[in-house]
């Protein structure tokens, strides 16, 4: 998907664009060769893509959620491109997700067919509702944390890995400049502004700790999310000392027996999620319209 803005992907003459189950779109790696490099296991790939395809189809569906909530018309559009820019990230991984383990699965298979605990996002991009604070801290450090991941995966061994990943920087540099801004103007704003930004830290940051928590697909496949922590810790302090905010110090949300959203353990948020984002798909598996 290639517009100015969110708006002229709803046009008529844009329709064939439009991405949603039944509309019969275009494989979007069509024409890439996609076999898997011979020093990579193909299953590990595939589990690595869905991991981080996940992680940008949920977001995106919760940054949805802010059209017509945002404060100005200005940011429904940038939130709404934001959300798009994720759509394809998550487009992208789920098609070589299941290119990778050649199951000819695709990437409605992957959205709109898998049960709660076959997805494998991080439970960040699970959290929703809250206020616009709660909106911009959540993107501040999930765009923090993606951006620094997919810089190092521009070097993957996997060339459409890598192709995916360097489109992903370009848009996740623009994310990440939007939510600081807004974490800036919100924190050296008014009080009731700075008391909605840090509230929005604070109950964010229980979730931060599992971004970098290693799991034995990263390592085998892809980066070690472990390897993160200091440049996601250097610009955060950046930000949050521009915008005179407080560096919260809650300890992280504990998994299950040690099993978090990479495993499959989700918050009860997700449920409700996947209720709304598959049940037209559900409904009418087989309809194209």
Same mark, same amino acid.
């Given at each position: 998907?290639?517009?100015?803005?969110?708006?002229?992907?709803?046009?008529?003459?844009?329709?064939?664009?439009?991405?949603?189950?039944?509309?019969?779109?275009?494989?979007?790696?069509?024409?890439?060769?996609?076999?898997?490099?011979?020093?990579?296991?193909?299953?590990?790939?595939?589990?690595?893509?869905?991991?981080?395809?996940?992680?940008?189809?949920?977001?995106?569906?919760?940054?949805?959620?802010?059209?017509?909530?945002?404060?100005?018309?200005?940011?429904?559009?940038?939130?709404?491109?934001?959300?798009?820019?994720?759509?394809?990230?998550?487009? @992208?991984?789920?098609? %070589?997700?299941?290119? *990778?383990?050649?199951?000819? !699965?695709?990437? $409605?298979?992957?959205?709109?067919? &898998? +049960?709660?605990?076959?997805?494998?996002?991080?439970?960040?991009?699970?959290?929703?509702?809250?206020?616009?604070?709660?909106?911009?801290?959540?993107?501040?450090?999930?765009?923090?944390?993606?951006?620094?991941?997919?810089?190092?995966?521009?070097?993957?061994?996997?060339?459409?890995?890598?192709?995916?990943?360097?489109?992903?920087?370009?848009? @996740?540099?623009?994310? %990440?400049?939007?939510? *600081?801004?807004?974490?800036? !103007?919100?924190? $050296?704003?008014?009080?009731?502004? &700075? +008391?909605?930004?840090?509230?929005?830290?604070?109950?964010?940051?229980?979730?931060?700790?599992?971004?970098?928590?290693?799991?034995?697909?990263?390592?085998?496949?892809?980066?070690?999310?472990?390897?993160?922590?200091?440049?996601?810790?250097?610009?955060?302090?950046?930000?949050?000392?521009?915008?005179?905010?407080?560096?919260?110090?809650?300890?992280?949300?504990?998994?299950?027996?040690?099993?978090?959203?990479?495993?499959?353990?989700?918050?009860?948020?997700?449920?409700?999620?996947?209720?709304?984002?598959?049940?037209?798909?559900?409904?009418?598996?087989?309809?194209?319209?």
């Amino acid at each position: 998907m290639s517009f100015d803005n969110a708006y002229e992907a709803i046009t008529e003459e844009n329709d064939s664009s439009r991405w949603a189950f039944g509309t019969g779109f275009d494989d979007p790696l069509s024409g890439v060769d996609t076999t898997v490099p011979a020093e990579l296991d193909a299953a590990r790939l595939s589990a690595y893509c869905l991991m981080l395809g996940d992680d940008a189809l949920v977001m995106s569906h919760r940054l949805q959620e802010w059209c017509t909530n945002a404060p100005e018309l200005e940011d429904e559009v940038a939130i709404a491109n934001i959300g798009l820019d994720l759509l394809g990230q998550a487009r @992208l991984l789920l098609t %070589r997700a299941g290119r *990778a383990d050649e199951s000819g !699965r695709g990437e $409605d298979d992957f959205a709109f067919f &898998r +049960e709660q605990g076959e997805f494998r996002n991080v439970r960040l991009v699970e959290l929703g509702g809250g206020h616009f604070g709660h909106l911009i801290a959540r993107l501040l450090v999930f765009s923090t944390w993606r951006l620094a991941l997919l810089q190092r995966l521009t070097a993957s061994p996997d060339p459409v890995l890598a192709a995916i990943a360097a489109k992903g920087v370009k848009e @996740l540099t623009y994310h %990440r400049d939007y939510a *600081a801004q807004w974490a800036v !103007r919100l924190g $050296d704003g008014t009080e009731l502004s &700075r +008391e909605r930004m840090q509230d929005g830290l604070d109950d964010t940051w229980p979730y931060v700790e599992e971004l970098f928590t290693t799991h034995p697909v990263e390592t085998a496949v892809g980066v070690d999310p472990a390897s993160l922590r200091e440049e996601f810790g250097d610009v955060l302090t950046q930000v949050l000392s521009a915008a005179t905010l407080t560096r919260p110090e809650h300890p992280g949300i504990a998994g299950v027996a040690g099993r978090t959203g990479r495993d499959g353990v989700h918050t009860g948020q997700l449920s409700f999620l996947l209720a709304e984002m598959q049940s037209v798909a559900r409904a009418h598996p087989e309809g194209t319209w």
